[in-house]
């Protein structure tokens, strides 16, 4: 791929001089693509270091000061419904001018590329009743998080999990990765979570969370769109135009990361607290999900709030339905195996269909 | 832009498309069937069908889906279950939930489908795409054709291209295949003025029933008058259909054409203008078009009281969809006019001449007085066409020639836009103001 210039961005880029790393990088005879690669993750806006525009709006201003060929740019997103987004973004600002997008499903390829494959588990432990149900884990105290860390406790879940909430020091017993983050720079109370590197091999506890439960109770990164609130706010209460309204209303976000990926390839059950028709978009691609051990309404409820409150509503009924015994015995049997067999291979060969992008 | 190149790249791209395959074409015939003509029951597996389509994409993909629902043979009313389509289609919208009305189209061919469809939507709620389709014009547009014979070969279709003003035998040429009942009246005006020695006329079914009255027994015997169809070796039909345009029926596969021959020339050639009697002339094809007076077996067209017949002038019920019922089309037979180069006077619905010039065609009011086609009464301005023709049969062989001098540019200009047409033409919303076609003239 040496004709295409891959600019990376992540959350930490330096947003105002993405221009001009642009126009270092691009050489005019060896370059005939570019790609702005922020498959890491799904924003609708950017609203750091001063620029407060969404992200189709920051990208396009990019490449203006680029000055550089339209024809040349992809913009490639973590957000599932990105040329979705892009394609209303352009209709309701009646933009003209028109890059390619994709999204691309990074999380996805990193899990497969550098997370340990823990599925051989499920056959090892068909014999033994584990002594929890369900395992939930939680790093960056996001909203959906901390009210699931509120419910579980109220309706006393915890004794049946296996469960980290981070900023409340409720931890596995980490290394000094994690429990020592003071020693890191830059790291506080507030962002110790940071300290949690997901994408490596973790130490032996994380594993056995898997390895004393059943099904994941997964609560994803989103719920929403990133920010939700502060977009509400920007967008929604107080915004620029009325077009940015519209845009905010009609914008959809599914955003998929190593959490669930994790648990597919891991062969695992699991309710997923995330986006809304998240399970869909999963079954529109050829998984299968849980119908069979639980209801999955969850996934269509439209308002944010509400499927929170579904799945949390689940997770309770599940405790109080299932045994640890009644629930060995639906995860091993002959279609809940089928499942995640399934899962786990369509899971490698979907990986294997994707181009790596170097990371 | 190439999607499978693009996608490859980032995606699995066992699932992602080629850019076409997001348009999505359902013949509503295939559901409906042929049988009826305007009432249907709710076209069975029509629904399951388009969500297992839309539900065959990605979910972040299903928002390029366009569903295109063809019904441009025809320019009936489809009404199903005692409801425009219109309920249906918005009601398919609504059970296919990654469907948005945008993305849905209905085609027919009534080129005036948005007025009835605005007179029928009048909310907020978001509108689906309803389009009047020319699709009859494939028929005679030689760069839209993709037709082939026996061999698998492309084949071509012949046209008249010399124009030059001569002296012809007959005044005008009328063809008449399905007796509906403008054609049995045509026959009878026709025959009343002594015009059917004037043309070339042929009435090759029968039915007793006219616009005005039925035939009478003398005008019956005089029925079925052909030109050259062998009524006993074949059906006119499949005579006319079959050999002279297979490919409006699928023939053509059964056919060893290299090009199809152009039956119709000795018509063109042989006549100064063809009456083309359209198919129809904004009367509803259904039995409800009947006249409840007693005595009276009159056929009624849609004014805004009611249905009101052309015989006794009674006001009948209109059923109440039929509240916003409005008709009009154009075939193949005027298309294939177009392609040969014979002036035409349309017995059809209103506004088809205007139509045509709204569709960059040039008509033929230079060369006589098209204002017929601004009457809305259909036996009016069938009565107005009769009185042009009259007037027409009576012009000397000297004034005919002057009139194809005149005529010259008009045909080359029709024959050119044929030549050139690389898609059906259609009429949608944007080409209408609340429906209302946003009328201009070329």
Known sequence: MEDVLRIVITSGTNWQELHEDIIKGYDSVLHTE??????????????????????????HNTIIKTGLDWNLFTFIHGNVYTQYNYSKWRKIFNVEKEIKTAYYPLWHKVTSEMHLDYSYQNEKLKDIVRPY???????????????????????????????????????LPYSQYTL???????LTEQNKHRAIDSHRIQEPEFYKVFDDTYFDYITETLTTNERFTIELDKYVQNPPSPEYRQFFEVFKTIFITEKLWRSIFYKRPFIVMGNHRTLDYLQSIGFKTFDCMWNEEYDSIDSNNLREDACLELLNEVCNTYTLETMHKKVYSDEVQEILQHNYDLFRSLADDMDLLDF | MNYNTQYNKFNYKRFYRHEQQYNHV????????????????????????????????????????????????????????????????????????????????????NWNINKIYNQWHQ?????????????????????????????GDLVDIDYRTDFTPKIKPYVFTTLNRAPHPHRMELFIQLNKLGLLDKGMCSFNEVKP??????????????????????????????????????????????????????EFNTFFENSYFTLVTETKIGILRSSESSCTADNCEGVCWPIEKGLECLRCKKINEKPHWMKIYDEKFITEKTWRNMLNGHPMVWIGTMHTAKMLKYLGFKTFDTLWDESYDDIENPLDRFNAVISLVDNLCKKTDEEWLEIQEKAIPILYHNQSKMLELNEVLKIKYDDTIDGEIKWKTS
């Not at chain 2, 005692?82 to 993305?103: A, C, N, R, T, Y």
Request: glycine share 4%; net charge negative.
């Open chain 2, 209 to 262: 029933d006219a616009l005005t009255r039925s035939l009478t027994e003398e005008e019956l015997n005089l029925l079925p008058m052909t030109l050259d169809v062998d009524l006993n070796k074949s059906s006119a039909f499949d005579h006319i259909y079959g050999e002279t345009m297979p490919q409006a029926f699928s023939y053509m596969e059964e056919k060893e054409y290299d090009v199809v021959p152009n």
């Open chain 1, 180 to 186: 020592d983050w003071r020693k890191w720079p830059r």
């Open chain 2, 26 to 109: 359902i013949s509503l015939q295939d559901y409906i069937g042929t049988d009826n003509l305007i009432y249907y029951d709710i076209p069975e597996g029509l629904i399951q069908d388009i969500k297992d389509h839309i539900e065959s994409f990605v979910l972040e993909e299903r928002f390029k889906v366009n569903i295109t629902i063809l019904h441009g043979l025809e320019s009936d009313p489809c009404i199903i279950n005692g409801e425009w389509i219109f309920s249906l289609l918005h009601d398919i919208v609504k059970q296919i939930e990654d469907l948005k009305p945008h993305q849905l189209t209905y085609e027919t061919g």
């Open chain 2, 123 to 151: 909310s907020d709620r978001e509108r689906i795409n309803v389009v009047g389709v020319f699709e009859l014009i494939r028929i005679y547009s030689p760069k839209m054709w993709d037709y082939q014979n026996r061999s």
């Open chain 1, 133 to 171: 149900l369900y395992s939930n884990l939680n790093g960056a105290p996001r909203d959906h998080r901390i009210k699931t860390f509120k419910y579980v406790t109220e309706k006393d879940l915890l004794k049946h999990s296996r469960h980290t909430f981070y900023w409340d020091d409720k931890t």
């Open chain 1, 34 to 59: 570019i790609w702005l690669d922020f498959s890491t993750e799904s924003w609708f806006s950017i609203d750091n270091q001063k620029i407060n525009e969404t992200v189709y709006e920051f990208i």
